[in-house]
């Protein structure tokens, strides 16, 4: 996995298939490796090329522990995407993912073919703000958190009632949990980015193609504030994931991928 320096920081990526290119951008504290999991073989077999990337904030990219802003990882994608000549292209992100492509679509429309915006919302409301404070105030409190403790936080909150209800896959899903925390300093300095003023008026000036994809029982960024984004972008696409919780890309990876490479095959 080659580490390139653009935009002031080395940037971590891997770059597998072939075909016209789609750069995967991950949501807080998780790698780009996440999305090998589903999505990079179901584009590859599809006849994409597939780009993922460790955001900044996420080792061996630096973790750009002093802070940074959502406005920063936009610049980094784009700085990539440069480097790698693949510009116009397609643009996958999920949660603080969609922010950052959100972003890019808006700042510089001639690198964006096509953006996937999944669980993705343009304001914080009283709830998802008390989240994030809530999240940063434990972080800053130096507590140590069980892995255990930790594993059964992120299961309520990223996981579909279908999924916790089920005892084989509740099984693994805690085992990975548990093996995997989501900590650090860079993890901090994206927690800040979940505070994000109201962008939706903004997002009414993006003009590239754009597919909105909510998940029904998703607690971070509900149907409801997503389909605001989809609202306030022209001619954007909407469609919404029954059965899953914010990780409705690894709960039900074949109804996501589908509409994904459906959406591509609009401007093939």
């Given at each position: 996995m080659p580490i390139?320096?653009?935009?002031?920081?080395?940037?971590?990526?891997?770059?597998?298939?072939?075909?016209?290119?789609?750069?995967?951008?991950?949501?807080?504290?998780?790698?780009?490796r996440v999305w090998h999991l589903?999505?990079?073989?179901?584009?590859i077999a599809a006849g994409y090329r597939v780009i993922t990337v460790d955001n900044r904030g996420i080792p061996p990219s630096d973790e750009c522990a002093e802070g940074f802003t959502v406005d920063d990882m936009a610049a980094d994608i784009a700085a990539l995407v440069e480097h790698l000549g693949l510009g116009p292209c397609r643009l996958v992100g999920t949660s603080l993912g969609a922010f950052v492509v959100q972003?890019?679509?808006l700042a510089r429309p001639s690198l964006v073919r096509q953006a996937v915006l999944m669980a993705t919302r343009g304001r914080a409301d009283v709830f998802r703000t008390a989240v994030a404070r809530a999240e940063i105030a434990l972080h800053d409190s130096g507590a140590v958190v069980p892995p255990v403790y930790d594993a059964i936080y992120r299961a309520v909150q990223n996981l579909s009632s279908r999924t916790l209800n089920d005892?084989?896959?509740?099984?693994?899903?805690?085992?990975l949990f548990e093996l995997s925390p989501i900590t650090g300093p860079g993890v901090r300095a994206q927690l800040e980015l979940s505070l994000s003023d109201n962008r939706l008026a903004a997002y009414r000036s993006i003009e590239v193609p754009c597919q909105v994809i909510a998940f029904e029982h998703d607690l971070n960024a509900p149907p409801?504030?997503?389909?605001?984004?989809?609202?306030?972008?022209?001619?954007?696409?909407?469609?919404?994931?029954?059965?899953?919780?914010?990780?409705?890309?690894?709960?039900?990876?074949?109804?996501v991928n589908k509409i994904i490479v459906e959406f591509f095959r609009t401007a093939a």
């Open positions: 390139v320096t653009v935009n002031g920081i080395r940037l971590n990526y891997e770059d597998v298939g072939a075909g016209d290119p789609v750069v995967m951008v991950m949501g807080t504290g998780s790698g780009g589903h999505q990079v073989p179901a584009f972003e890019l679509a005892d084989a896959a509740m099984t693994d899903w805690l085992d409801h504030l997503a389909r605001e984004v989809a609202d306030a972008i022209p001619g954007a696409r909407f469609d919404v994931v029954p059965g899953c919780g914010h990780y409705g890309y690894l709960e039900d990876p074949v109804a």
